[in-house]
């Protein structure tokens, strides 16, 4: 009798455990890698399945008790009913056991099991269907007001027609008044850059009240002094907030057209700002910065700043990046840099974040330098692992909606000789 208690019991918790850890990590493997933010129905999926392996492991634990106890009880050996039951049970198939005493263990084991593994998977596979995305804050993008939103579009067909430019300006929650705009257009070219004034947009000055929005359409030339050029354009708005006594008030938008071949720079982004600076930067949002960046790096370096995280920064374009944005091969310290491609993956925490791509170079002075560039667009230019790509070679877009609707950025670790350093600060990247 004693032996049918221990076999009942080990029974049916080695059978719940079984059953619920074999297809539990089954579903948690589904809801892995199916799941999708519309699609949280694989996260019940993988539950249920974990509840099935509970409730076929507790089955089966229960029949081993009923053979276990049968055992002890005919031959009074417990050592039997714990060591001898798989072995033994083949012995058994022949004899006609009592109803009661298969049925009452396999119903006790059934909820025993049940109730084990409800606790198993709330406390071990349950926690894979409770992910969440992980907040990321970030510093207000380079040139955005809390006052006016400014979006700024351009459209260009070729050399010698005009760059068409595009700009909305939108008062947020405040009358605005004494609203001037001016542009400045600037150039990365490989020859001399051709030279193109100042403009101002607004020759009688703008009010805007809240939710109101006004449109400004211009244009540059462009001429054959424009090839191999990266032309940008960055619209400057200056304004006064009556309502808070605030006068001077300045937001900024920019939009760079890529004409022929123009020289890399050291920016993955063209006219890109940083939105999140590394753990030692001054900017107020830093990476591993606690209580602040969605993610602490407390188990990853321990606030020194040492790990890949810490060394991070995040880069967008003005004011905000646009799911469009292309991203480029940098140089380093100025040198052009033959980039071999070894590989891309894509990002999980709970939800799709894009795709991460690799890249490794040694510069001219035997240095090695590998760089990473995460969350960008599943639909970026597919490139051979292995094959060397020059910097400023396009090599992806920025992922959509990472930021907000419409919004990204790029998030770029770099290594040298196999040290992560920050690439704000030692690198001086987009600064």
């Given amino acids: 009798i004693l032996g049918g208690i221990v076999g009942f019991v080990v029974g049916s918790g080695v059978g719940a455990i079984v059953g619920g850890l074999v297809l539990g990590a089954l579903g948690s493997a589904v809801e892995h890698w199916l799941w999708q933010p519309a699609l949280s129905t694989w996260s019940g999926l993988g539950g249920s399945l ?30 039997a009913a714990g060591g001898f039951v798989a072995g033994l049970g083949v012995q058994l198939s022949a004899l006609s056991l009592p109803t ?17 593994t409800l606790w198993m998977n709330t406390s071990i596979v349950g926690t894979a269907f409770m992910r969440q995305p992980i907040p990321k804050v970030t510093n ?50 490989a020859g001399s850059p051709p ?20 449109t400004l359409s211009y244009s540059t030339d462009t001429n054959p002094q424009f090839n191999n050029c990266t032309v940008t354009n960055n619209a400057t708005a200056t304004f006064n907030v009556p309502e808070e006594g605030k006068t001077g008030q300045i937001a900024s ?24 600076g590394s753990w030692g930067s001054s900017y107020s949002c830093r990476h591993c910065k606690p209580g602040y960046y969605g993610y602490d790096c407390q188990g990853d370096c321990n606030f020194t700043g040492a790990c890949e995280r810490a060394t991070a920064i995040d880069v967008t374009v003005l004011p905000a990046g646009r799911d469009t944005s292309d991203v480029y091969l940098p140089t380093i310290f100025g040198e052009n840099m033959r980039w071999e491609f070894k590989g891309e993956r894509e990002i999980w925490d709970g939800i ?30 597919s490139l051979t692992v292995g094959q060397i ?3 400023g070679t396009k090599v992806g877009n920025l992922f959509d909606n990472l930021d907000s609707p419409g919004r990204g950025h790029v998030h770029v670790t770099i290594a040298e000789d196999g040290v992560w350093k920050p690439p704000d600060l030692y690198f001086k990247m987009c600064i």
């Fill in 389 to 391: 790509y020059p910097s």
């Fill in 352 to 381: 799709f974040w894009g795709y991460d791509k690799i890249f490794s170079a040694q510069s001219t002075s035997g240095k090695r330098y590998n760089i990473r560039l995460l969350h960008l667009d599943p639909g970026s230019p």
């Fill in 253 to 276: 938008a920019s939009f760079s057209v890529t004409i022929g071949s123009p020289p890399a720079t050291n920016c993955p982004v063209l006219g890109g700002g940083i939105l999140c």
């Fill in 50 to 79: 974990s509840g099935l392996g509970g409730l076929f492991g507790g089955l089966l634990g229960g029949a081993g008790s009923a053979i276990g106890g049968f055992l002890s009880w005919t031959g009074g050996g417990l050592a």
């Fill in 100 to 116: 009661s005493l298969i049925t009452v263990p396999v119903l006790g084991a059934t909820g025993g099991a049940l109730v084990f």
């Fill in 140 to 189: 207000p993008p380079p040139g955005a007001s809390e006052y006016i939103a400014l979006d700024k579009t351009g459209v260009f067909s070729s050399l010698g027609a005009p760059i068409s430019y595009t700009l909305r300006l939108t008062a947020k929650t405040k009358r605005l008044e004494n609203i001037q705009v001016s542009d400045e257009t600037t150039f990365n070219c």
């Fill in 195 to 214: 030279s193109v004034p100042r403009k101002n947009l607004t020759p009688t000055p703008l009010s805007l009240n809240p939710g109101e929005t006004t």
